[in-house]
């Protein structure tokens, strides 16, 4: 046990409090809660402080706090801001987000889109990929909760990942989207206060001058402005991120969700705040070897400095500075997913003439199987969080072209979308496989792209956007 570890009666007391009042509150929230329009988009009425809470919360996630100092603990300084560059990601999708609520302002989720715009082929690839996309992203919240508690802790990773899993699947569960913006409000504060103090602490104990000399001696090529990887990984990350928010249901929904205008002052508001968050937490991993840390896997490196940095006092705080970051991203994830499996394959192909009161109940006993299908999953411990999550970047960065094309480009056809998206992803995981996990964006985005601009070259159709909600 080193110094700075918590006692496992202070982590599991610290799990009970969390998820009392999470679940407490979500219970609260979710009371009045009687069509699947209140459970799954708050009413379809959320304001702008809520809104752009929710939107930046959900974005800080256990990439922004534990992969982001992971990849910069093996990139360097293009580590953490290639994962800034995730921003750009809620910004581009600003304007998207206005054109969405006003092409669509009935409309469920990105599915519902896909569907209407290009048709039963392109909608097959589309949520193949998205589930793909929520599965790992989910899988990785809940590594990400097991090796927060294994590293700062005396509990093991199953314990970790079991309690966000359960805790968020409750409150969740209890009050749909209105419990999930709610408390990305509160857990907003709480991780950009804790990122802030972390950051100045590192910054007054180890100093960037000791920083600097110690890298320089032991580590040089972090700060190679020209190390070719960690270049590559900059690039490929824009189009990750870009991807990751332009297909995901979780930003489509708020998109619905949010009141009229709203949209896009929230997530251009939400993606300058986040901005510089990854390279706060990304730089604490640069004073590792400064504070002779040295973590068994590069994904536990961010909370060991932070924990050295602090001492047994600062565990406990970085415990619920992180916790909070994965819970806003989870709950999040929970409920737009299973808002797209009730939506689009429940409702859309089994259960078509399902009253609100069926679909706000099936809505309900999905959330509970994405929580036990992610503990199968994550309890494997397959990979590395930031090895997970960029495979699922091939995925994802197949669906930018056609999702920004098919809201303002009329001459791009289903069939050609759908190829896009299919042989995008392929190219994607054989670069990722053959090449490297920085490049599996790059090259899925550049495919599909491609097959995107022959299909409006080639086109013979005009499509009408009034049908979109015919």
Not at 423 to 439: D, M
């Amino acid at each position: 046990m080193t110094e700075f570890t918590l006692a496992s009666s202070n982590a599991l007391g610290i799990l009970i409090i969390f998820g009392i009042v999470w679940i407490v509150w979500g219970w609260y929230l979710g009371r009045n809660n009687r069509t699947i329009d209140d459970y799954a988009l708050a009413g379809r009425n959320v304001g702008f402080a809520m809104a752009t809470a929710t939107a930046m919360a959900t974005w800080i996630t256990s990439n922004t706090t534990l992969v982001a100092p992971q990849l910069t603990y093996q990139f360097g300084i293009w580590g953490m801001l290639g994962y800034s560059m995730a921003a750009l990601g809620l910004i581009l999708f600003a304007p998207l987000a206005a054109k969405i609520k006003a092409l669509l302002p009935n409309g469920f989720t990105s599915g519902d889109f896909i569907y209407r715009r290009y048709g039963k082929a392109s909608w097959i690839a589309f949520m193949v990929i998205s589930l793909c996309y929520a599965l790992g992203w989910l899988v990785s919240l809940g590594m990400a909760g097991g090796l927060l508690l294994s590293s700062l802790s005396e509990l093991d990773y199953y314990t970790g990942m079991t309690a966000i899993l359960v805790i968020c699947v409750v409150y969740t569960l209890l009050g749909g989207l209105k419990a999930v913006i709610a408390t990305d409000f509160v857990q907003s504060i709480v991780i950009i206060v804790g990122v802030v103090f972390i950051a100045w602490v590192c910054i007054d104990q180890v100093g960037f001058t000791a920083i600097h000399s110690n890298l320089t001696a032991s580590q040089p090529e972090l700060l190679n402005l020209l190390f070719p990887a960690a270049i590559m990984f900059f690039f490929n990350n824009v189009f990750f991120g870009i991807g990751e928010i332009f297909h995901s249901n979780v930003w489509w929904s708020r998109a619905f969700a949010f009141a009229p205008s709203i949209g896009k002052k929230s997530y251009l508001t939400a993606g300058l705040l986040w901005l510089p968050i990854p390279i706060v937490t990304g730089f604490i991993a640069l004073a590792a070897s400064s504070l002779n840390v040295s973590p068994p896997s590069a994904d536990m490196v961010g909370p060991m400095v932070a924990a050295a940095l602090l001492g047994k006092i600062g565990a406990v705080f970085i415990f619920i500075v992180v916790f909070s970051a994965l819970a806003s991203s989870m709950d999040s994830l929970l409920a737009a997913t299973s808002d797209l499996l009730t939506q689009d394959i429940a409702k859309r192909v089994f259960m078509t003439k399902a009253s609100s009161n069926q679909l706000l109940k099936i809505n309900r006993l999905i959330v509970i199987g994405l929580g036990l299908s992610t503990w199968c999953v994550a309890a494997l411990k397959l990979t590395t969080l930031g090895a997970l999550l960029n495979f699922t970047g091939a995925f994802v960065a197949a669906t930018i072209w056609p999702i920004v094309y098919g809201i303002y480009q009329p001459k791009l056809s289903g069939g050609y979308a759908a190829l896009a998206m299919a042989f995008g992803t392929a190219a994607g995981l054989i670069g990722y496989f053959t090449i490297g996990f920085y490049v599996a964006a790059i090259t899925s985005c550049a495919i599909s792209l491609a097959i995107c601009r022959i299909g409006i070259w080639r086109s013979q159709s005009i499509f009408t956007w009034h049908s979109l909600q015919e």
